[in-house]
């Protein structure tokens, strides 16, 4: 693999995908995917998550991607995952660009990370490599009863929550 490839990923059930595109290729067609509202995806992903901005250095754990996909659709991905003995077990990165997606079957969300290998020379940590700044995320758990369904497929929440989590409705005259 060449330091100039770019390593795609796409995290998430049954969507394991790696393979050495140029940065600049696009997805092949048929394949479009809209991508989520930053506050959308954050609120469903949880407030543990934290994702990387473009243009950071992050860390690559190609056998820990390997096991994670195994474990998350209970099949064996020696198929699916080639076999590259002379793969580091960790590879610095610099991440391109991040996509936020859901799957449309399960509204499992997902995040796609384009990613560049560094050279050798380009290893070496900086200061930049901390995370940049949380985005603030607006929540509220509660554990649903069966007080809280309707037949109709809805739920209850407070209003209080509902106003604070999600934008106001807009009426037409």
Partial sequence: MSLEAAVFLLFGRDKLKLSTVGISQQAPEGEEKRCLDSELWHACA?????L???????????QGHSDQVAAST?????????NYPSLLPQ????????????DVETDEVYAQMTLQPLSPKDTYFPIEMGFASKQPTNYFCKILTASDTSTHGGFSIPRCAAEKVFPPLVRWP
Avoid: D, I, M
């Fill in 46 to 50: 949880g407030p543990l998550v934290c």
């Fill in 52 to 62: 990387p901005t473009a243009g950071t250095r992050v860390v690559y754990f190609p």
């Fill in 74 to 82: 209970n099949k064996e991905v020696e198929s699916h995952f080639p």
């Fill in 91 to 102: 590879l610095l990165c610099r991440l391109h660009n991040v996509t936020l997606h859901a």
